[in-house]
Nanobody
Framework: QVQLVESGGGLVHTGDSLRLSCAASGRTFSSATMGWFRQAPGKEREFVAAISRSGGSTRYADSVKGRFTIARDNAKNTVYLQMNTLKPEDTAVYYC?????????????????WGQGTQVTVSS
């Protein structure tokens, strides 16, 4: 069982920055595509960003492109989400996820492992 633990969420103001971290257990982290998803109250979970197992390929939701950056450090079994210029619309629980799919997929159903989430709240 792959275990993912997110950290770094918090309460910030519009325009602030946060960096989320996701620490993964196991020896297969380097072979997993990693993604970040978020879920706001009353809404379905949505894709935010994903990164290939090598870190050479990334994908972003249109709503965060140019503001968020996903990165990974395979030596540390950690994936990051740098969030800049945060907006109230970014308020959600952010989840780290992993999939064995070699492609950088964006559908939540294609991810096999999920963290418990970390709350990000952006005030106006």
């Amino acid at each position: 069982q792959v275990q993912l633990v997110e950290s770094g969420g918090g309460l910030v103001h519009t325009g602030d920055s946060l960096r989320l971290s996701c620490a993964a257990s196991g020896r297969t982290f380097s072979s997993a595509t990693m993604g970040w998803f978020r879920q706001a109250p009353g809404k379905e979970r949505e894709f935010v960003a994903a990164i290939s197992r090598s870190g050479g390929s990334t994908r972003y939701a249109d709503s965060v492109k140019g503001r968020f950056t996903i990165a990974r450090d395979n030596a540390k079994n950690t994936v990051y989400l740098q969030m800049n210029t945060l907006k109230p619309e970014d308020t959600a629980v952010y989840y780290c996820a992993a999939t064995g799919n070699v492609l950088v997929v964006i559908r939540p159903s294609l991810y096999n492992y999920w963290g418990q989430g970390t709350q990000v709240t952006v005030s106006s």
